[in-house]
């Protein structure tokens, strides 16, 4: 009986050893597949060059799901987190920070506005929209997205 049962514990312990090992593996490799996509956005002025900051963009979905709003930082950079399960979405101008929510901040000088955006080609190469309010182009890095954009003047109506 005694070898019966060291038989038995010596079966469970290696049994448990085996799981423990592979529920090891999963845990350090099925975070990183299912964990959101990060990417980077880069708000510029379309006549300087130079980053806009403290503004917002607005991401929405292709499945038509609920939209975010990005806060860009005073570097002009903002960071979109996007679920693994999405491959497209569209960016917009954003509306102005405070308690103005139906105006925008400024002027989206993207060409195409309101393009479909593949979240694929942003992270292999990042993507440079034209820009139809002047003649600054810059080269993305992979993950980033380069929003042209120009401050709404004075005069202009700035509801969306």
């Known amino acids: 009986m005694n070898s019966q049962l060291k038989a038995l514990f010596s079966t469970v312990f290696h049994t448990i050893g085996a799981l423990a090992i592979v529920l090891i ?27 806009i900051g403290n503004k917002k963009v607005t991401v929405k979905w292709a499945d038509g799901s609920k939209s975010l709003e990005i806060l860009v930082d005073s570097n002009g950079l903002g960071k979109i987190e996007i679920p693994t399960a999405t491959r497209e979405f569209f960016m917009m101008e954003g509306p102005r920070i405070g308690n103005e929510p139906d105006r925008v901040a400024y002027i ?9 955006i593949q979240t694929a080609q942003v992270l292999e190469k990042g993507i440079a929209p034209g820009n139809r309010c002047g003649h ?7 993950g980033e997205i380069i929003f042209w954009a120009l401050p709404t003047p004075w005069w202009k109506p700035d509801l969306q």
């Open 25 to 51: 593996i999963a845990g350090a490799v099925l975070p990183t597949a299912l964990a959101a996509q990060a990417l980077t956005v880069r708000l510029l002025n379309a006549k300087t060059g130079r980053a």
């Open 108 to 116: 989206d000088c993207n060409e195409p506005s309101m393009a479909l």
């Open 136 to 142: 600054q182009s810059v080269l993305p890095r992979p």
